[in-house]
Each structure stands twice: as structure tokens, then as C-alpha cells.
């Protein structure tokens, strides 16, 4: 594409400007090489502008940059205000604006976005509307999957897997909109169909992240300007602060009455081995009953989301039940099988609130006793460890405090730490920092109707240790420790 076609619509600088063709577009100097533009980020722990001189030996010529750099006179130097802002608008304009051709929903709260991308998904597909994810799990649509290395990818990578779901005959994606996402433009230029508020709590405070919970919030408002729609979670107190920044029709849900889409009831039920919930909603009006394939009002609640969106692309109220029934979410109370009379669900809850909600969330079925394991990413903030040693202490019936991705703090440290919260609130407990043992350990101890929640890796197969990613796979652990259960070991 020529580079004039580009920059189209930025504004910029450049002293020696000719117009070239540009194969590609990188940020990474490692996988930069001739023809390409390279764009200089700054980063929260490095600058792009550092690596220029080793982006030029690959043969790169053409740089994007917020200030001058030394390099020799055959390198054209476009200088531009907000480098991370004009890869967004450039990232558009190489794939030729794919979110023109494809509606894109956006999510953003702080808990339930992957969980309701994915009930999203199930729904919309049901109703034949070929619909994909990009999120935390990755990006999904027919049978293809997508790494990501973020919840909202990079800007260049988000626009060009919407450019391919759109080659593909995506007609949706449901896209997971953190704030970091926000602050950083990786959205910038995504046309949103539609955007949804699931809920707010104070998270993602700290070491490269938000300065404060006001300007995390913040961030959170700034997706519906952007949107031709809004979905907003009318339950939360943040709902009105989120309506006042929305631009175009807003649709509300949620228990109040108030609500376009109300949640009157909820009953737990079974689906084969599954937790699932059965609930009633008024729909503007209209009452309506269907199943979720997933445990605890929460995911009822979430799931008028889903209800909303069915009407809105015109699915109907049985196709909706259908998908509702169909979904499945990687890590996200995930309920294994196999596992004798013991009930083993996978949860990537990582701090209070969510270690709360699925614990809460199985004590509503049938049980003996809850057995829950987790740990704390190192480097995060501390209050984390404070609230998941209070929960777990408080509501289960024994605690496994294991590691979570300490990268390079001292792994006893963490779990001893955990563990005067766990006790101070009465809980029984055992620390066992190797995170494969700790599981071993759990699934040994389970007795016939007892529930493990492994909670925190959740969909992750590695963890993170001295700055390194290990293989880590979870599931398999757990059937690595039923399977010396059974042969006595």
C-alpha cells in the first residue's frame, strides 16, 4: 500500500516525504526488515525510539516517530504527536477499516467481559450470525483461534484480525475492551456497533497500570462515545456516570425495575454435569424464560446482555435459549469431567471480589465441603493477597495457598502472607508453594460431594516464575493427581 494512503487523515511532519510503497507495518524492531514502516512506541517500560538504529540495519527505511532521531539520510523520519495514537489510525487505514464491514460489539467492566463475550458468541452464532471473540482467551471465530497477548490486542493486531474475520464472513465480534486498551489507543479508529457495561470495582491500580481507581473509571467511560449503541448494567452505581458519556440509544438491564431488560428470577439447575441457572426476564415488557449453561445469578445477569443483543440482530427467543445452553468458557468456572464424585472447577478468579463470587457460586449446589486453591500474581498489588486469604478463610471449608504467577518475588513469602489473612478470618489452611503439588495435594484430600475450585490461572497453561513463562497446564494436573487417587498413591 502506498505510504501517502497510509497516513491518510494523521498529522504529521517529515523533511524528506516521497511517497513508496510499504509492505508491512511493525513496532517490534526484531520483526521489522525492508519495506516496512516502523513505528516508535513508547512504552510503560521501554521506548521504541531506542531500537531504531537496529530497525534500520534490518533494512527498514521509513520510521514514525514523536521527535528526531539520528540516523543516516536515506531514512525518511515522520514525526507524529502520539505514536501509539497514530499506529491505531494508521492500523485502520492499512487493512482498510475492517470494523466498517463488521459490527463490533464492544464489552468493557471490570469482571464478566470474556465470560459475556463468550455468551455473546453462543447466542448470536445460534441465530446464524457467524460471529467471533477477541479478548483475554485469545480470538475465535468458526475453528480458528488467534493468540493475544492482551485482553484488547495492540491496535495493528486488532485491526488486522478483524480485517481477516471479515475475509472470513464474520458479520459480528464481540471485542473485550479493558481501559489499559483504552488509555493506550489500541481502539482508536473501531468503528463500535455496540457497547456494553457489565459492572465497576477498584482494580487495576498499581505498577503499569492505573494511577488511581478515578482514572481507571475513567478510562471505563470512554468507550461509549465511540458507540452507535449502548448495553449498561443500570444495577452498578457507575451505570449513570457511563450513560452520561453515551452518544447513542441506551438499552439498560438488570434487576432494578427501572431496567429495559429485568432479571425478576433465578434457579439453579443441572445440565448434564454442569452448574447452569435458569432465569425469568421482563424483556421491555415481554416475559421470557431461558438457561444458561453456567452457575450463580451472575451469569443470568450477564447474560441479558445477550438477550438484548438477540433482539437487536433479530434472533429469536428460542435460538437465544439454544445458545444460552451451548456455552462454554475456558477457565471461566469451567467444570471438569471425569472427576469420580468430586466436583473440580477451573476459575481464573485472582482477587477478592471474583474469589468471592464462585465461591459463593458453588455453595449454592448440592455439597459437602469447599475446598478452594489459589495464589497472588507477584508484583500486583498487595490488598489482593489481603481480600483472597479473607475470602477463602471465611467462606471455605479448607484453603490451599499455593503460587500465581510470582515472577520474582519469593513464593513462600506470598502464600505466608496470604495465609495470616486466611487465619486471622478462622480458616483452616496449607501452604504449598509448587502450584502442581498444591493441586495434587487438593484432589487427594477431596472426599465423595466435595467441590475444588482451582481458581486464579483459569484458561493460562504457563506460569510465571523469575521472568520466565513455564508450561503450567492445569487440567492435566488434575488428572495426573485423580489417576495416583485411584491406584492409591
Same mark, same amino acid.
Given at each position: 500500500?502506498?505510504?501517502?494512503?497510509?497516513?491518510?487523515?494523521?498529522?504529521?511532519?517529515?523533511?524528506?516525504?516521497?511517497?513508496?510503497?510499504?509492505?508491512?507495518? =511493525?513496532?517490534?524492531?526484531?520483526?521489522?526488515?525492508?519495506?516496512?514502516?516502523?513505528?516508535?512506541?513508547?512504552? *510503560?517500560?521501554?521506548?521504541?525510539?531506542?531500537?531504531?538504529?537496529?530497525?534500520?540495519?534490518? !533494512?527498514?527505511?521509513?520510521?514514525?516517530?514523536?521527535?528526531?532521531?539520528?540516523?543516516?539520510?536515506?531514512?525518511?523520519?515522520?514525526?507524529?504527536?502520539?505514536?501509539?495514537?497514530?499506529?491505531?489510525?494508521?492500523?485502520?487505514?492499512?487493512?482498510?477499516?475492517?470494523?466498517?464491514?463488521?459490527?463490533?460489539?464492544?464489552?468493557?467492566?471490570?469482571?464478566?467481559?470474556?465470560?459475556?463475550?463468550?455468551?455473546?458468541?453462543?447466542?448470536?452464532?445460534? !441465530?446464524?450470525?457467524?460471529?467471533?471473540?477477541?479478548?483475554?482467551?485469545?480470538?475465535?471465530?468458526?475453528?480458528?483461534?488467534?493468540?493475544?497477548?492482551?485482553?484488547?490486542?495492540?491496535?495493528?493486531?486488532?485491526?488486522?484480525?478483524?480485517?481477516?474475520?471479515?475475509?472470513?464472513?464474520?458479520? *459480528?465480534?464481540?471485542?473485550?475492551?479493558?481501559?489499559?486498551?483504552?488509555?493506550?489507543?489500541?481502539?482508536?479508529?473501531?468503528?463500535?456497533?455496540?457497547? =456494553?457495561?457489565?459492572?465497576?470495582?477498584?482494580?487495576?491500580?498499581?505498577?503499569?497500570?492505573?494511577?488511581?481507581?478515578?482514572?481507571?473509571?475513567?478510562?471505563?467511560?470512554?468507550?461509549?462515545?465511540?458507540?452507535? /449503541?449502548?448495553?449498561?448494567?443500570?444495577?452498578?452505581?457507575?451505570?449513570? #456516570?457511563?450513560?452520561?458519556?453515551?452518544?447513542?440509544?441506551?438499552?439498560?438491564?438488570?434487576?432494578?425495575?427501572?431496567?429495559?431488560?429485568?432479571?425478576?428470577?433465578?434457579?439453579?439447575?443441572?445440565?448434564?454435569?454442569?452448574?447452569?441457572?435458569?432465569?425469568?426476564?421482563?424483556?421491555?415488557?415481554?416475559?421470557?424464560?431461558?438457561?444458561?449453561?453456567?452457575?450463580?445469578?451472575?451469569?443470568?445477569?450477564?447474560?441479558?446482555? *445477550?438477550?438484548?443483543? +438477540?433482539?437487536?440482530?433479530?434472533?429469536?427467543?428460542?435460538?437465544? @435459549?439454544? !445458545?444460552?445452553?451451548?456455552?462454554?468458557? /475456558?477457565?471461566?468456572? #469451567?467444570?471438569?469431567?471425569?472427576?469420580?464424585?468430586?466436583?473440580?472447577?477451573?476459575?481464573?478468579?485472582?482477587?477478592?471480589?471474583?474469589?468471592?463470587?464462585?465461591?459463593?457460586?458453588?455453595?449454592?449446589?448440592?455439597?459437602?465441603?469447599?475446598?478452594?486453591?489459589?495464589?497472588?500474581?507477584?508484583?500486583?498489588?498487595?490488598?489482593?493477597?489481603?481480600?483472597? !486469604?479473607?475470602?477463602?478463610?471465611?467462606?471455605?471449608?479448607?484453603?490451599?495457598?499455593?503460587? @500465581?504467577?510470582?515472577?520474582?518475588?519469593?513464593?513462600?513469602?506470598?502464600?505466608?502472607?496470604?495465609?495470616?489473612?486466611?487465619?486471622? =478470618?478462622?480458616?483452616?489452611?496449607?501452604?504449598?508453594?509448587?502450584?502442581?503439588? +498444591?493441586?495434587?495435594? *487438593?484432589?487427594?484430600?477431596?472426599?465423595?460431594?466435595?467441590?475444588?475450585?482451582?481458581?486464579?490461572?483459569?484458561?493460562?497453561?504457563?506460569?510465571?516464575?523469575?521472568?520466565?513463562?513455564?508450561?503450567?497446564?492445569?487440567?492435566?494436573?488434575?488428572?495426573?493427581?485423580?489417576?495416583?487417587?485411584?491406584?492409591?498413591?
Amino acid at each position: 500500500m502506498k505510504l501517502s494512503k497510509i497516513l491518510q487523515g494523521l498529522d504529521f511532519t517529515c523533511e524528506n516525504f516521497t511517497d513508496r510503497e510499504i509492505e508491512d507495518i =511493525a513496532y517490534d524492531s526484531r520483526k521489522t526488515k525492508q519495506g516496512f514502516l516502523f513505528v516508535c512506541l513508547v512504552g *510503560a517500560l521501554t521506548d521504541g525510539h531506542k531500537y531504531v538504529q537496529s530497525a534500520y540495519d534490518k !533494512g527498514t527505511r521509513v520510521f514514525l516517530c514523536e521527535h528526531k532521531i539520528d540516523l543516516p539520510e536515506d531514512a525518511m523520519i515522520i514525526i507524529t504527536g502520539n505514536t501509539r495514537s497514530a499506529l491505531a489510525k494508521i492500523s485502520c487505514n492499512f487493512f482498510s477499516n475492517p470494523s466498517q464491514e463488521i459490527k463490533v460489539i464492544g464489552l468493557t467492566g471490570t469482571k464478566g467481559k470474556t465470560t459475556t463475550a463468550h455468551i455473546v458468541k453462543s447466542v448470536l452464532n445460534e !441465530g446464524g450470525i457467524k460471529t467471533g471473540i477477541i479478548g483475554t482467551v485469545g480470538s475465535f471465530f468458526g475453528d480458528r483461534f488467534i493468540p493475544t497477548a492482551n485482553t484488547t490486542p495492540e491496535s495493528y493486531e486488532l485491526q488486522k484480525t478483524l480485517r481477516i474475520m471479515a475475509d472470513n464472513g464474520c458479520e *459480528a465480534v464481540v471485542l473485550e475492551v479493558s481501559s489499559l486498551g483504552l488509555k493506550h489507543h489500541r481502539v482508536d479508529g473501531t468503528e463500535f456497533y455496540c457497547g =456494553a457495561f457489565t459492572n465497576l470495582f477498584p482494580d487495576h491500580v498499581g505498577t503499569n497500570e492505573h494511577d488511581s481507581h478515578e482514572e481507571y473509571a475513567y478510562w471505563k467511560t470512554q468507550l461509549f462515545p465511540m458507540c452507535k /449503541k449502548a448495553i449498561v448494567n443500570i444495577d452498578d452505581p457507575f451505570s449513570s #456516570e457511563i450513560i452520561r458519556n453515551c452518544c447513542g440509544e441506551v438499552i439498560t438491564y438488570g434487576k432494578s425495575t427501572d431496567a429495559d431488560y429485568i432479571l425478576e428470577s433465578c434457579q439453579k439447575v443441572r445440565l448434564g454435569n454442569l452448574f447452569a441457572t435458569n432465569f425469568h426476564t421482563t424483556a421491555k415488557g415481554e416475559s421470557k424464560e431461558f438457561t444458561v449453561a453456567l452457575p450463580g445469578e451472575i451469569n443470568a445477569h450477564n447474560s441479558l446482555i *445477550a438477550v438484548a443483543l +438477540a433482539d437487536i440482530f433479530g434472533v429469536s427467543d428460542e435460538n437465544t @435459549d439454544k !445458545g444460552l445452553q451451548k456455552v462454554f468458557v /475456558k477457565g471461566r468456572c #469451567e467444570i471438569l469431567p471425569d472427576t469420580q464424585n468430586i466436583t473440580v472447577i477451573i476459575d481464573y478468579a485472582h482477587n477478592g471480589v471474583s474469589l468471592k463470587s464462585i465461591i459463593d457460586t458453588a455453595k449454592e449446589y448440592e455439597h459437602n465441603r469447599i475446598i478452594t486453591l489459589f495464589g497472588s500474581v507477584g508484583g500486583r498489588t498487595e490488598c489482593r493477597r489481603k481480600e483472597l !486469604g479473607t475470602v477463602s478463610g471465611e467462606l471455605s471449608d479448607f484453603t490451599v495457598i499455593t503460587s @500465581d504467577d510470582p515472577d520474582f518475588e519469593d513464593p513462600q513469602a506470598i502464600c505466608e502472607e496470604i495465609a495470616a489473612h486466611c487465619k486471622e =478470618a478462622g480458616g483452616k489452611y496449607v501452604t504449598i508453594p509448587d502450584r502442581g503439588e +498444591a493441586v495434587n495435594y *487438593a484432589v487427594k484430600m477431596a472426599q465423595d460431594g466435595d467441590i475444588v475450585i482451582l481458581a486464579g490461572k483459569g484458561h493460562e497453561e504457563y506460569i510465571k516464575i523469575n521472568g520466565k513463562l513455564l508450561p503450567f497446564n492445569e487440567r492435566e494436573e488434575v488428572i495426573k493427581a485423580f489417576k495416583e487417587k485411584k491406584e492409591g498413591k
